[in-house]
């Protein structure tokens, strides 16, 4: 008997890992499991803990990373109906983990509720979302958090309070808990400057970055304190620079975009390649904001 015999309703084998990832990269997971429901997902959880399986949550793959030899662990995915509702309360939404991050801004937006438009054109679902504390130049997750619906590693479940959540930049103390639901505290707002300010943020990353059309994991690298990555990055003179068929963005030195038959390893090449340029052109060690698997 396999070790998730109790779960093979919901586990896909060696599930290709470039089909969930925007990267449209990787080898595949050994196990992907679609939990139907939170105790399914409770007790899912437990066996991977009890039989010492390695597990990630992926969410809508928009930051990650996976090698080309695939990952041998168990791939938990929030994208059942279950792990998606969202309910509007006045100026408060609470949002399942595996709800749809930039649909949730547009709608926040379009109900004239503000709080979230600074965050538009990043991808995500909630989950990794609040995992990475995502955000830009206009602002980041945390400032609309008021709380977060977890699952611990030990199998409870709690209610924490922004107040008792470590949020940094690109960072949270959440890692190895799974974000069942979050709940977002906005303002009203006038729809109209709302749709605004929106579509000018959207201008602005379709000028200065990469499309999402485009197949990448958004920023690679985190911000050095003061610093920009990009700009130690296009300093160096890396812009362009190839490695079979990925390569670090002319528009913006801190995505690395796959091009048609690329590779994880050839996004990893660029990588390495880059923090050992950056090293030796700045005396500055880069930070992965990806995660690779
Ligand atoms: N720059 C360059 N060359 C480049 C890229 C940037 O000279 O190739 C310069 C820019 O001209 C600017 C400075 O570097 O003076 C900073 O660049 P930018 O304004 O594009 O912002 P960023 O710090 O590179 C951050 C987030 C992005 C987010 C943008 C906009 C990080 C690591 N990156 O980028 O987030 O989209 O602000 O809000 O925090 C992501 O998290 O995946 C991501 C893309």
């Known amino acids: ?50 039989s010492q399986v390695p597990w990630h949550i992926l969410g809508r793959g928009a930051n990650v990373l996976a090698h080309d030899a695939g990952v041998d662990a168990a791939i938990i995915k ?32 379009d109900r004239g ?7 538009a054109g990043i991808p995500g679902s909630i989950g990794g979302v609040i995992r990475m504390n995502a955000g830009g130049r206009y602002g980041q997750i945390a400032h609309v958090v008021e709380s977060v619906r ?18 940094a930049y690109r960072h949270t ?8 639901a ?18 000018r943020i959207w201008k602005e990353k379709r000028a200065a970055q990469p499309t999402l059309a485009a197949r990448s994991a958004g920023c690679i690298f985190k911000n050095p ?19 079979g068929e990925a390569e670090i963005s002319t528009r913006h030195a801190n995505f690395i975009v796959a091009h048609a038959g690329a590779t994880a390893g050839d996004v990893l090449e660029l990588i390495t390649l880059a923090k050992d340029r950056v090293r030796e052109t700045h005396g500055v060690e880069l930070a992965l904001e990806i995660e690779i698997w």
């Open 1 to 50: 008997m396999t070790w998730y015999a109790d779960f093979a309703a919901i586990c896909q084998p060696d599930a290709p890992l470039a089909e969930h990832t925007w990267y449209g990269l990787g080898g595949p997971a050994r196990w992907l499991f679609t939990p139907r429901d939170e105790p399914e997902l409770v007790a899912l959880l437990a066996c991977c803990q009890a």
């Open 113 to 119: 509720r503000a709080g979230l438009e600074g965050l």
């Open 182 to 199: 979050a709940t977002f505290a906005l303002q009203a707002g006038s729809r109209i400057a709302l749709q605004h300010e929106y579509q």
């Open 78 to 109: 929030l994208s059942t109906p279950a792990f998606q509702q969202v309910t509007w309360d006045g100026e408060r939404i609470c949002a399942g983990g595996g709800a749809d991050f930039t649909t949730l801004v547009k709608d926040a937006v």
């Open 225 to 243: 304190t003061g610093r920009s990555a990009g700009m130690l990055l296009d300093q160096a003179g890396l812009k362009g620079t190839r490695r």
């Open 173 to 180: 103390d959440l890692r190895g808990a799974i974000v069942l």
């Open 150 to 167: 977890l699952l611990q590693p030990d199998g409870q479940v709690v209610e924490r309070p922004r107040a008792e959540i470590d949020f």
